[in-house]
Nanobody
């Protein structure tokens, strides 16, 4: 059973940066097909996709974060990152990483919440004005 663990959350002032990590607790994802993503959920709101990446390295971003956030994987493909720049209070949320072996969920879109099979427990990012 795959387990995902996020880290790197915390408090930051508006305009600042934060880098989130998500560690995959199993053998490397190398040589497997997958779609992975970062999602967030603000209080009282539905969970939404922020960014996705597949095993070919193709990425997609929600319009709200394009140009500010960058999703990436380390070379060993065991850690997923989300670099967040230019943070605003609207980015305040609990951030989750997720995985599915169905690579198609990452085709030309941010992955849908319903398509993901494995989830981390989340890490809270609070942006103050």
């Amino acid at each position: 059973q795959m387990q995902l663990a996020e880290s790197g959350g915390g408090s930051v002032q508006a305009g600042g940066s934060q880098k989130l990590s998500c560690t995959v607790s199993r053998d490397s994802l190398k040589y497997t097909r997958y779609c992975m993503g970062w999602f967030r959920q603000a209080p009282g709101k539905e969970r939404e996709a922020v960014a996705g990446i597949d095993n070919r390295g193709r990425t997609n971003y929600a319009d709200s974060v394009k140009g500010r956030f960058t999703i990436s994987l380390d070379d060993a493909e065991v850690t997923l990152f989300l670099q967040m720049n230019g943070l605003t209070p609207e980015d305040t949320a609990t951030y989750y990483c997720a995985h599915t072996p169905t690579r198609g969920y990452c085709n030309d879109q941010v992955p849908p919440v319903y398509g993901m099979d494995h989830w981390g427990k989340g890490t809270l990012v609070t942006v103050s004005s």
